[in-house]
């Protein structure tokens, strides 16, 4: 059994998070705020955590260049080398693939690594320890790269699933397909064959599978992983990469593991939530009797039901005869929408762009 203070650990850090609009802007998205007053940002909670059975010195945070100042003040005690800023932003693959080799050419050649975004809900760490420690000793016998599952409780729309196949070990399967947010009535199906899981967005993979399938399977990193491996000279200063621009730009899941036959999924047993919508971001929150949350917020509700409302630190809110709606305010904008349409919340920030200068 492999010690998981040996592995490392890639936290992703570099999103906008455009769909928990106001309160996440691009120059403070959601990673970098305490959403629920716990005292400590979803970007601290995530170190935290990783922190307490991966070693501090193998702990990696991958951001947009933008965000080099908030890492440093909110991870005062991470070492700058442990800081992987990226000067655009090329979606997870990139991120992934950056992050890998920097590990493997300065650190250990044979790592293995946990790959997490640095915006989820975890409501059993113990349990997510013993989940990882099983991946990381699957990776390090097997030539595969594996994604966390979470067995799903209602047709979610807003996750992407994955189908399982044949047992490969203990609470590890193959994986058949990946879906990306499917209609209501596939995510109904996908419930009832018990045959799917949420995708979790986490990742586990030998540093060396990780870097064969790339070669493989995306043609412009032939081209690309020896001008990153340039940037890598032992000892040499650690510098923002130019090389971004020429990388696809692609998310992990559509990268590398859909259609690999090498890929698996390890079924996670330690409660998750993806804080991705104002939806979503609710799973942990107890709500009022009539189904209203207040996410670190302070309101008083006559005739209202089902409702979230997220409000500044200080700010009240008397809310009447309103129900199933977002409320959200944050400095100069105050949005309210109905639950359920996250289109909606795209149209109202992009009309408030174009007619009110707000970003």
């Known amino acids: 059994m492999q010690n998981s203070k040996t592995g490392y650990c890639l936290i992703l850090a570099g999103g906008i998070g455009s769909r928990l609009w106001p309160a996440s802007r691009e120059d403070l998205p959601k990673q970098f705020l305490d959403l629920f007053g716990t005292g400590r940002t979803l970007l601290q909670q995530t170190y935290d955590r990783y922190a307490r059975f991966i070693s501090p010195d193998h702990i990696y945070i991958s951001t947009n260049e933008q965000y080099m ?19 655009i ?51 390090r016998e097997q030539k595969a790269l594996v994604t966390v599952g979470i067995r799903p409780t209602r047709p979610e729309t807003g996750y992407g699933y994955i189908q399982a ?45 990780l870097l064969q399938a790339l070669m493989s399977q995306v043609p412009e990193y032939q081209f690309e992983l020896p001008k990153m491996l340039a940037e890598l000279s032992p000892g040499g200063e650690l510098r923002i990469p130019d090389f971004f621009s020429a990388l696809p730009k692609r998310n992990i899941d ?9 890929v698996f999924v390890l079924e996670g047993h330690f409660g998750w939530a993806d804080i991705g919508t104002w939806e979503s971001a609710v799973s942990g ?33 008397l809310i009447s005869g309103l129900s199933d709606y977002v409320v959200a305010d944050q400095e100069d904008v105050l949005v309210i929408y109905p639950k359920g349409i996250p289109s909606e919340l795209r149209r109202l920030k992009t009309e408030a762009q174009m007619t009110m200068d707000v970003k």
Request: aromatic share 8%.
């Open 89 to 139: 932003r090329r979606g997870t693959l990139a991120s992934v693939a950056w992050g890998a080799l920097v590990i493997a050419a300065r650190r250990d050649a044979q790592a293995n690594i946990i790959v997490s975004p640095a915006d989820q809900l975890i409501f059993d760490e113990a349990a997510l320890q013993a989940d990882i420690e099983r991946g990381m000793n699957f990776v």
């Open 254 to 262: 559509y990268g590398i593991l859909d259609g690999n036959d090498n």
């Open 165 to 209: 196949g044949a047992q490969a070990s203990e609470g590890i399967c193959s994986v058949k397909s990946f879906t990306e947010k499917p209609e209501l009535e596939y995510a109904k199906m996908f419930v009832q064959t018990g045959e799917f899981y949420w995708n979790a967005g986490l990742f586990v993979f030998n540093v060396q599978s």
């Open 285 to 317: 929150a107890t709500p009022d009797d009539k189904g209203n949350v207040m996410l670190d917020s302070m309101a008083v509700f006559h005739n209202s039901n089902n409702n979230i409302v997220r409000l500044p630190k200080g700010k009240k809110a």
């Open 69 to 87: 100042d908030l890492i440093r003040e909110q991870l005062p005690q991470v070492c700058d080398r442990q800081i992987l800023a990226e000067p």
